[in-house]
């Protein structure tokens, strides 16, 4: 299953909403997690199951979709919030993230 | 607190083995089934293998099977990726992951690096 986000890179302003899309290649349910990644971090997990919010995540992060078209959305982008976000299939295997999507400050 | 730590990263020659670890602690490690995944430098998240906390299932992406060996001990709090046949594309931080069933991989290792390279 082939992952497809959208964009690839954006730039934002702090206060900005945020929406990332990630398109999967066929059906994949709710299978689908978010994660953020800063420089020389480990990627951490945000959304599971298309739109469950991970213990700990703010609640301007939020995620939606099922089937094949899935969003991530940032309601008021922070300074914290600048990274590179990916998508993830858990549908089945292999698994399979999305090329990832960079959000810098504008 | 949770803590996944990689080791046994460094230089390789094209051809070449090394064995990664991935030493777990703050949770039962005999309960849940862990990943590896890969990033080259400046690249994306690359899946590269699974298994299952009884060590029963294994799953390895197509680009490592047939080359790496996913396994784990238990009573150590362990998990390994036995690399052989190295190529230069294999080049990478590892990481390992501590899967949730299918709702994503929780924690995460800060990872290892490969090198690759004559």
């Known amino acids: 299953i082939q992952l497809t986000q959208s964009p690839s890179s954006l730039s934002a302003s702090v206060g900005d909403r945020v929406t990332i899309t990630c398109r999967a290649s066929?059906?994949?349910?709710?299978?689908l997690a978010w994660y953020q990644q800063k420089p020389g971090k480990a990627p951490k997990l945000l959304i599971y199951a298309a739109s469950t919010l991970q213990s700990g995540v703010p609640s301007r992060f939020s995620g939606s979709g099922s089937g094949t078209d899935f969003t991530l959305t940032i309601s008021s982008l922070q300074p914290e919030d600048f990274a590179t976000y990916y998508c993830?299939?858990?549908?089945?295997?292999?698994?399979?993230f999305g090329q990832g999507t960079k959000v810098e400050i504008k | 607190e949770v803590q996944l730590v990689e080791s046994g990263g460094g230089l390789v020659q094209p051809g070449g083995s090394l064995r990664l670890s991935c030493a777990a602690s703050?949770?039962?490690?005999?309960?849940?089934?862990m990943n590896w995944v890969r990033q080259a430098p400046g690249k994306g998240l690359e899946w590269v293998s699974y298994i299952s906390s009884s060590s029963s299932t294994i799953y390895y992406a197509d680009s490592v099977k047939g080359r790496f060996t996913i396994s784990r001990d238990n009573a150590k709090n362990s998990l390994y990726l036995q690399m052989n046949s190295l190529r230069d594309e294999d080049t990478a931080v590892y990481h390992c992951?501590?899967?949730?069933?299918?709702?994503?991989?929780?924690?995460w290792g800060q990872g290892t690096l490969v090198t690759v390279s004559s």
């Open positions: 992951a501590r899967n949730v069933g299918s709702y994503g991989f929780d924690y």
């Open positions: 066929q059906g994949i349910s709710s299978y």
């Open positions: 993830q299939q858990l549908n089945s295997y292999p698994r399979t």
């Open positions: 703050g949770f039962t490690f005999s309960s849940y089934s």
